[in-house]
T-cell receptor
Framework: GAVVSQHPSRVICKSGTSVKIECRSLDFQATTMFWYRQFPKQSLMLMATSNEGSKATYEQGVEKDKFLINHASLTLSTLTVTSAHPEDSSFYIC????????????FGEGSWLTVV | GNSVTQMEGPVTLSEEAFLTINCTYTATGYPSLFWYVQYPGEGLQLLLKATKADDKGSNKGFEATYRKETTSFHLEKGSVQVSDSAVYFCALRDLNTGFQKLVFGTGTRLLVSP
């Protein structure tokens, strides 16, 4: 079946640096990708929706200059956390829809970000 | 707007007990409903889904029926196992509004003891 993969699964970075997380659809073309953030023991918060070749649509309250999303191809979307701070430490999950199954959404394994 | 409400956890059960996790929703259109499961340290996995009223989704012994009259999609399993310990998220997606994004409930943690 369709698979969505995220990389890295875990990353530790220093405060003030930037870190990039990749989300790939491995065997289908993802016309739409979604980025979520999950705080410990809480639900997923949708950060933004991205369509291939166009600018991402950010949810209210999400800083688009801090969380840069690029969806340059039908199989890859990236989330860059710029000038990271400890409060950005979280679990980031991407999901993708598309392929033969049409509207089915598949989730990546998630990426743990720790900012020290 | 669209929203999903789940029962608060954790839900603590002994192995082979019956499980119910309540989920109700509010939607402006005709949503599809989903249950996702998240095991410790992992991403979400689709457990089951239902796309229209009276549909029953089922997988791995779990079931949920789309009840439009009560706007509910309660998750049930007749006999839980220790390996079912995880966080369960109820979600909806309303394609009629033109959006494909999922709206999640807050999640319910299930703890099953031997």
């Amino acid at each position: 079946g369709a698979v969505v993969s995220q990389h890295p699964s875990r990353v530790i970075c220093k405060s003030g640096t930037s870190v990039k997380i990749e989300c790939r659809s491995l065997d289908f073309q993802a016309t739409t990708m979604f980025w979520y953030r999950q705080f410990p023991k809480q639900s997923l918060m949708l950060m933004a929706t991205s369509n291939e070749g166009s600018k991402a649509t950010y949810e209210q309250g999400v800083e688009k200059d801090k969380f840069l999303i690029n969806h340059a191809s039908l199989t890859l979307s990236t989330l860059t956390v710029t000038s990271a701070h400890p409060e950005d430490s979280s679990f980031y999950i991407c999901s993708a829809s598309g392929g033969r199954s049409g509207n089915t959404i598949y989730f990546g394994e998630g990426s743990w970000l720790t900012v020290v | 707007g669209n929203s999903v409400t789940q029962m608060e956890g954790p839900v603590t059960l002994s192995e082979e007990a019956f499980l119910t996790i309540n989920c109700t929703y509010t939607a402006t259109g005709y949503p599809s409903l989903f249950w996702y499961v998240q095991y410790p340290g992992e991403g979400l996995q689709l457990l089951l889904k239902a796309t229209k009223a009276d549909d029953k989704g089922s997988n791995k012994g779990f079931e949920a029926t789309y009840r439009k009259e009560t706007t509910s999609f309660h998750l049930e399993k007749g006999s839980v196992q220790v390996s079912d310990s995880a966080v369960y998220f109820c979600a909806l997606r309303d394609l009629n509004t033109g959006f494909q994004k999922l709206v999640f409930g807050t999640g319910t943690r299930l703890l099953v003891s031997p």
